[in-house]
Nanobody, 114 residues
Framework: QVHLVESGGGLVQAGGSLRLSCTAS????????MSWYRQAPGKQREFVAT???????NYADSVAGRFTISRDTVKKMLYLQMNNLTPEDTAVYYC????????WGQGTQVTVSS
């Protein structure tokens, strides 16, 4: 089992950057799949980015080239670096870990003003 807590959200102007963090309650070295999702108001939760076995990455088309997923196993943290933000990126961002179970954090709000 793993408990996840997101942080780093906030209000930023269009074109700006934010780095989200997801702190895990235990080592993430052996967690095979860790991902970021987001949910905008009135919309379904959608995939943003995933990190598989600490090496392979995949991104939603809408964020590819702007967002980067990474991890720090020593700090037990997953990151999402978000650059060139647009108002369409406004959402609650969630961290997810799949490790003999499916675990989600409670989310962090990102608001991008135009």
């Amino acid at each position: 089992q793993v408990h996840l807590v997101e942080s780093g959200g906030g209000l930023v102007q269009a074109g700006g950057s934010l780095r989200l963090s997801c702190t895990a309650s235990r080592s993430i070295y052996d967690i095979g799949v860790m991902s970021w999702y987001r949910q905008a108001p009135g919309k379904q939760r959608e995939f943003v980015a995933t990190l598989v076995n600490g090496r392979m990455t995949n991104y939603a088309d809408s964020v590819a080239g702007r967002f980067t997923i990474s991890r720090d196993t020593v700090k037990k943290m997953l990151y999402l670096q978000m650059n060139n933000l647009t108002p369409e990126d406004t959402a609650v961002y969630y961290c997810r870990a799949i490790d003999r179970g499916d675990y989600w954090g409670q989310g962090t709000q990102v608001t991008v003003s135009s």
